[in-house]
């Protein structure tokens, strides 16, 4: 099987990554070459021991270049992503894949009059704690779910230049709030009734430092998601209730339990304890008898599977495992995240 020749475009953070672990290390796809705009960046992918292109048309314009990979500030990734479509390449495109729903529909033309694949690299959807929880809400292992609290936190502020700037897609809601929204949506896989927002901006920058957000689905599930970036004190990552137990994520480190009732103990009245000032039975710990802790489970992630996956839609007409009309519908979602935090609104969607 020959491998499908990739080129890198923006050789940065996440590029210098894609060229040497996620692409460089799969065994359908390879780092063929590299593209940066900046001199400085090309270098560096040349002492890393890639062949580096002076200019996109050079890349563009190589008979074997069959894909390009764009890792570029967020919002050059639509006019990359419809040239190299023009030029008869297939497209792996960083996330978020464009700033608006507007831009993604110009791609998606593009890449049906072209007939070439065109793919958003949603890689969280592959993170183990997520994929925990995916299987405690399909197993029912907590019951039926009825509430999700999805939160990252951090507490170095807003990393890098141009991720404060708003003409880059800067801020924290087109950053870490498209990996949480994509994975909470491919979870519940219901569209959303309705959304509250909050954005913060307490580093002063003109871009969100982090927001959280308040979403009903169809089938009633509610969520939370969070994202901060001046929280010295985490809350977890992951909180999860069902009708019959909890769960509880800590972080990456994949710490956390999930406590559901005994059903094999009769229930006795909670003993009040003493809290504060005052006395509560309501708030008393339920008797050791009465719940029992699960183990959050294990779970094997197959990450490889996303260029093999891309490999497949190309060469063998597979169904792509990140779909364009679900990257549409997390779009979506944040026009109406920014506009329930401007107008202070709930909004309803159709
Ligand atoms: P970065 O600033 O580290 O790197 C961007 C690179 O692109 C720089 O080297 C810059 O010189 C180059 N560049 C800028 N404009 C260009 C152009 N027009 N043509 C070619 N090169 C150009 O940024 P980053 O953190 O690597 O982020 C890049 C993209 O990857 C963003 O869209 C970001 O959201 C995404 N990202 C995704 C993940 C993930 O987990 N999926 C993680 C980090 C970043």
Redesign the pocket.
């Known amino acids: 099987m020959e491998k499908m020749n990739f080129v890198i ?9 894609h060229a040497r672990e996620l692409i460089g290390e799969n065994d359908y796809v390879q780092t063929y070459g590299v ?4 001199e ?2 090309r270098e560096q992918a040349r002492k890393d021991g890639f062949q580096t292109y002076d200019t ?1 048309n050079d890349v563009l314009a190589d008979d074997d270049v069959e894909a390009i990979l ?5 919002n ?2 639509h ?2 992503a419809i040239k190299s479509l023009r030029a008869g390449k297939h497209v792996v ?4 894949v464009t700033m608006s729903v507007a831009e993604l529909d110009d791609i998606l033309a593009v890449a049906e009059t072209t007939q070439r694949q065109f793919m958003v ?4 959807r592959w993170d183990n704690d997520f994929l925990i929880v995916r299987e405690w809400y399909q197993q029912q292992m907590l019951g039926e779910v009825f509430q999700i609290e999805s939160r990252v936190h951090g507490a170095n502020g807003i ?5 404060h700037l708003k003409e880059y ?1 800067g801020g924290m809601l ?2 870490w709030g ?2 949480l929204l994509d994975q909470l949506l491919f979870l519940v896989d219901q569209p959303i009734k309705r959304v509250y927002s909050d954005l913060s901006y307490v580093l002063g920058d003109e871009v969100d430092d982090g927001f959280t957000a308040w979403l009903t689905f169809g089938n009633g599930v509610k969520a939370h998601v969070e994202v901060g970036t001046s929280n010295f004190v985490k809350l977890p990552r992951w909180y999860v209730k069902g009708y019959s137990g909890t769960g509880q994520i800590n972080d990456w480190d994949l710490s956390g339990k999930i406590i559901v009732p005994n059903e094999t103990t009769e229930r006795v009245a909670p003993t009040p304890i003493k809290a504060g000032q005052g006395l509560t039975k309501t708030m008393a710990p339920p008797s050791e008898e009465m719940t029992k802790e699960l183990p959050i489970l294990e779970v094997e992630a197959d990450f490889p599977e996303f260029y093999r996956n891309f490999y497949e839609v190309v060469h063998q007409n597979a169904t792509p495992v990140v779909k364009n009309d679900e990257v549409r519908q997390v779009l979506v979602l944040i026009d109406a995240i920014f506009e329930s935090a401007m107008t202070g609104k709930i909004i309803e969607m159709n």
């Open positions: 475009v923006g050789y940065g953070g996440m590029g210098g990554y593209y940066d705009i900046k400085e960046r996109l764009i890792a570029t500030p967020n050059s990734h006019e990359i495109c960083e996330k978020p690299h949603q890689n969280r990393p890098g230049d141009w991720r897609g087109l950053d498209v990996h």
